[in-house]
Each structure stands twice: as structure tokens, then as C-alpha cells.
């Protein structure tokens, strides 16, 4: 049995997140997680909230909550959330807790220690009215690129053009709406990224099986332009982790807090120790220390593409340049954007389905069976109302859930709610079981190897073989001259069922469970040997037949729902 550590990007604590969001980081994270874990692998899976910076203070403001307040809050509404999309977190923590601080002040300070951090004065935006220097996203004006009168400090949304504050015209403040501001000398740390460019790049190199994305985005940040360049790890805001070299004040830093990029990746090791604060586990030091065991695990972090240069340059470079025996990432699975009907995902007009809308709406399973179908490996994918509709009516309704509705329906009519006897396979039986054999290794392989796409084809593959038997022996007809035949071949389809539903737990867990529910088989292993798995149920085991697993989607709906999330377009 091997342990596997499983990170997805923690999401940002302003507001519900779209499926965009939801598909690029914690649902193949968790998918990833369920398949090894019925594999029988020791997992801890981790995730949290991303709870500090601007726009966490800007989002409490809007909400007219105190900042930890509204933290706290969403925390409690993106952890229900999790749970209504079945993420199977062994512990979703939050970037605010005691734990991250301590270890985020001690790890500045061994860095501090080694000669990785340097004092920096750099002049920054300060408003008299607000007596506090302005974050980037504190400052608005019009963008001197295309004249949209709402540019922020770092980025124009509406030509997505890269500012600095001082490139706006009329800037003021968000906070009070003063015009009074002034370009102010201060004081920050700055991370020697640059010093550690060749072990980064030597370790990036030794990352021999990582896609592509990830690898291209990495090599890009170290060596384009002038580099890999040093990266400020402090703040002018009140809400924040306290710079402290370790247990001991940092002077010069007093009123300053850590950068949300510097702090939120320590979070992954900090979540592991609230994981043992909260009675879950016992042993956080097995998971991330390579000197207290964590040599034998694997670690597998799961991101959206902007979040890459973090993870493979600036995270790395603060665990390699603490000089600590800490666990490296192994392995970081990368996934491009998920578009929304023609556009992009936009919170702000209300463009898109959001996590909260869609379960609203639908179960979790047919989100989790779209999205991850179509998940965004290779390039952008587009979520659109009549692909999703397709998918669903086709893939789960037609596919799988038809299955199971015809063979247990049939058996309850002709032999009642019990496995019948009699029959032996014959030639056909055998070859629908060497095909499924074939097929169950090569999900395991596409799953191994985190292909998230190919897995769901050679999924539905699986579901698809059975349903081609099931129409070909027809055991309907077979019953009226040979009953004892007709006996074998549904005997064949419920085991199917079975089979089916350990295999797509990982996709679609509700479902799961309720097929294993109804044959009456919850703790069935993995089927490592698909011909003694399928045999499994023997003659005069019960079962009971489900309701209708997947409700096709209408014509109607979805026309109501494209209506209802086209939101404001511009």
C-alpha cells in the first residue's frame, strides 16, 4: 500500500466560486483521491481557504462585516459547498489559523537565516485620507489604454492591460474615494528567488513524466526576460499574518503582514497540522517531513495554469531555501480554463453557473460527470447548456442508468429480488469479461496517470460494453425458450452493477453508492480480478431495485437555465 499526499489550490475566500474554478483544482484532485483510496492507498487529501490580501478586506468591506468575521463565515459557506459536490477532504482548513502563522513567521525566519531575504525601499501609493498605504487593488482610475473609467492598480479588466497605480488617470482611493494621494517611500522583503534559479531549474528538469503546461509555464517565469526574479513576501495591510523573523520582531516590518503568495502554499503544511488538532489524524510529520517518514509519500498537487509559477518556483524556493528536511512536490497536475457558453465566467455580471446555482439545480453527480469529461487538460474547454444536456442524457441517463433500470426491473419480474441460479457462461459471456478486463486496466492506467478525460472515455467504454451484451443476449427473449440461460445472463448484468459502481465512485460517488445499496454490496474491493469480481454475487443474494438514477434534462430547462446564467453581456 503507498501514501499519497493530494493538494488542491486553495480557493480564495471572496465570494462562491464558478465551475471554472471548481474543475481546474479540487474536483480532480478529489477524483484522483477517491480512485486511490478504492485502490486501497493511504491518502491525505488536503485543501483550505485562502483567506488574506486585498481583495479579502475589499470583499468584508463590500459585505460591511469585520475582515476575520466575513472569513469565517465564507469559510463555513465554501466547506458546505465542498460537501454538496462530495469532495472528499480529509481537512479543509483555513490560511488564517494559528498553525499557518507560526509556520509561515518560521519559515521566513530560516529563509531570513540562510541570506534569502533582502530589505527592499520601493515607493508605493499612500492616501492621507485613509493615513495607509493603498494595495494595488485599492486604487482605481481611468486606464490611460482604452479610457474605462474603473481600472484598478494592477490591470485594466476592461482591456486587461498590466497597470502600475501610477499609470492611472484621476486615481483614488476604493476606500474613501480620496483624490489625495502621493507616491510614498517604504519599506519591504523581498524573497532572493533569483539566487536559487539553477537548484530550481535543475530540480524542474529532474520532472522528467510533468505535463507540458506545467513545465512550459515554469521554464518560461525562470527564463524569460531578465529571469527569475526576486519577489516582494510583504504587505502594507492590516489583515494579514505579522512579519516576524521566527518567534522574534523584525524591525523596520512593524504593521506589516506576509504576502497572501508567501503564506497561502504554507497553508498545505499548516492544514495537515490542524488535520491532527481536529482529532482526524496523528501524525502530521509522516506527510511532510522527510527525516520523520514523508520520504515514502508521494505528493501530487492539482492547479489551475495561473497558479503554476507559484508552485513550481516561489513555494519550492521557500522550502528549499529554509534548508529543512520538508517534502517536495512530486507531481503537479495543471489544467487550463473553463469557458462559459461563448465568453468567460464573470462574478461580477452574474455570467456563468456558480457552485452554489448548480446544486441548486442539479445533484453533484452530474456536475462532477461533466466537468470532469470535459476537463480543461490540453487546452480551454467551454461549458455550454447543450453539450451539457447531451452529455447528461446520454452518457448517464441512456448509458448507465437505462442499464441498471432494465436488468433489475427484468429479474424482479421473471426471478424476483434475489440473484437467480442456473446457466453456465458461454462464449459470449466470456469475451464481454476478457473485453472488460482489457478495458478495467486501461482506466486504471489513464487514472494512474491522472488523464482525466481519457479515463471518463474508457469509463463510459466500460458502461457501453455492458449495455451492447445486455441488448445482444436479451434475456427477455431468451427467458421464453431457455429460462436457465436467461438465469446466467441477468446473473451477469447485476454483477455488472456492481462492478460499475466501484469503478465510478471516483466520478459520480452518489450514484455509486446507491448501486452498491441496491445490490446490496457497500464495502465491495476493487476489481482487481474482473471475472471473480463479476461472479461475486452469487445465486440468492437480495437486492432491491434503485429508483431512476439520472433524470434526463429537458428541452425546456435547459432553455430556462441558458436564460437564466446568460447574465449581463458586454
Same mark, same amino acid.
Given at each position: 500500500?503507498?501514501?499519497?499526499? *493530494?493538494?488542491?489550490? *486553495? %480557493? ?42 486585498? %481583495? ?45 502563522? @507560526?509556520?509561515? +513567521? ?35 482610475? &481611468? ?31 476604493? *476606500? ?9 517611500? !517604504? ?27 506545467? &513545465? ?25 499574518? %505579522? ?36 482529532? @482526524? ?16 509519500? !508521494? ?25 529543512? %528536511? ?80 432494465? *436488468? ?5 419480474? @421473471? ?69 436457465? @440461460? ?57 437486492? !432491491? ?11 425546456? +430547462?435547459?432553455?430556462?437555465? +441558458? ?8
Amino acid at each position: 500500500m503507498a501514501r499519497h499526499l *493530494i493538494t488542491s489550490a *486553495i %480557493p480564495y475566500i471572496n465570494g462562491i466560486k464558478h465551475l471554472g474554478n471548481l474543475v481546474g483544482s479540487q474536483l480532480p484532485a478529489d477524483l484522483y483521491a477517491r480512485y486511490l483510496r478504492g485502490r486501497g492507498h493511504e491518502v491525505l487529501f488536503l485543501c483550505a481557504t485562502d483567506e488574506h490580501g486585498t %481583495p479579502a478586506e475589499l470583499a468584508a468591506a463590500k459585505a460591511k462585516m469585520p475582515v476575520a468575521e466575513y472569513c469565517a463565515e465564507m469559510h463555513g459557506v465554501q466547506a458546505e459547498i465542498a460537501k454538496g459536490f462530495r469532495l472528499s477532504f480529509d481537512h479543509f482548513g483555513r490560511s488564517s489559523s494559528a498553525r499557518n502563522h @507560526k509556520l509561515t +513567521q518560521h519559515f521566513a525566519g530560516r529563509l531570513h537565516e540562510a541570506g534569502l531575504i533582502r530589505e527592499v525601499s520601493e515607493k508605493q501609493m499612500y492616501s492621507h485620507a485613509d493615513g495607509r498605504f493603498l494595495p494595488d487593488r485599492y486604487i482605481e482610475g &481611468t486606464c490611460p489604454n482604452c479610457g474605462f473609467d474603473s481600472a484598478r492598480g494592477d490591470q485594466c479588466d476592461n482591456c486587461t492591460k498590466q497597470l502600475d497605480p501610477v499609470d492611472l488617470i484621476n486615481p483614488h482611493s476604493t *476606500i474613501s474615494g480620496s483624490t489625495d494621494l502621493e507616491m510614498r517611500e !517604504t519599506k519591504h522583503l523581498y524573497l532572493r528567488q533569483s539566487t536559487l534559479k539553477d537548484q530550481l531549474e535543475a530540480w524542474i528538469d529532474s520532472k522528467k513524466d510533468w505535463p507540458i503546461l506545467t &513545465t512550459s509555464i515554469a521554464k518560461k517565469w525562470l527564463n524569460d526576460g531578465d529571469g527569475l526574479q526576486d519577489r516582494g513576501i510583504t504587505r502594507d495591510l492590516d489583515w494579514g499574518i %505579522p512579519v516576524r523573523d521566527g518567534e522574534k520582531d523584525w524591525p523596520g516590518m512593524e504593521g506589516k503582514v506576509f504576502y497572501v503568495w508567501f503564506d497561502a502554499p504554507i497553508e498545505y503544511i499548516a492544514c495537515s497540522q490542524e488535520w491532527v488538532d481536529a482529532g @482526524k489524524g496523528d501524525n502530521w510529520e509522516r506527510w511532510w517531513r522527510t527525516d520523520k517518514g514523508a520520504e515514502d509519500v !508521494t505528493y501530487t498537487q492539482f492547479m489551475g495554469k495561473d497558479n503554476v509559477p507559484f508552485h513550481t518556483l516561489s513555494f519550492p524556493a521557500t522550502i528549499l531555501g529554509s534548508g529543512e %528536511p520538508w517534502k517536495l512536490v512530486d507531481y503537479i497536475k495543471s489544467f487550463n480554463y473553463l469557458n462559459y457558453d461563448g465568453g468567460q465566467f464573470s462574478t461580477s455580471r452574474g455570467r456563468g453557473v456558480f457552485m452554489d446555482q448548480a446544486l441548486e439545480i442539479l445533484p453533484a453527480d452530474y456536475w462532477r460527470w461533466w466537468l470532469l469529461s470535459h476537463a480543461p487538460e490540453s487546452s480551454d474547454s467551454e461549458f455550454t447548456w447543450d453539450n451539457f444536456q447531451a452529455s447528461v442524457n446520454k452518457d448517464l441517463a441512456d448509458v448507465l442508468g437505462n442499464f441498471v433500470s432494465r *436488468i433489475t426491473k427484468f429479474c424482479r419480474s @421473471k426471478f424476483g429480488e434475489v440473484v437467480p441460479e442456473g446457466g453456465a457462461y458461454g462464449e459470449q459471456e466470456e469475451a464481454l469479461i476478457a473485453d472488460l478486463a482489457a478495458r478495467v486496466a486501461a482506466y486504471q492506467g489513464t487514472m494512474d496517470a491522472m488523464e482525466v478525460r481519457k479515463s471518463s472515455a474508457e469509463l463510459r467504454a466500460i458502461w457501453v460494453a455492458g449495455n451492447e451484451y445486455l441488448q445482444s443476449a436479451a434475456p427477455w427473449s431468451t427467458f421464453k425458450e431457455d429460462p436457465e @440461460k436467461a438465469a446466467m445472463q441477468v446473473r451477469l448484468g447485476l454483477g455488472l452493477i456492481r462492478l460499475y459502481a466501484v469503478l465510478s465512485a471516483p466520478f459520480i460517488p452518489d450514484a455509486s453508492a446507491t448501486m452498491l445499496k441496491a445490490m446490496n454490496a457497500e464495502g465491495a474491493g476493487w476489481p482487481d480480478d474482473v471475472a471473480g469480481f463479476l461472479a461475486g454475487l452469487a445465486a440468492g443474494h437480495a437486492f !432491491t431495485v434503485p429508483d431512476v438514477l439520472f433524470a434526463k434534462i429537458t428541452d425546456e +430547462q435547459r432553455e430556462d437555465w +441558458q436564460t437564466r446564467f446568460a447574465g449581463v453581456r458586454t
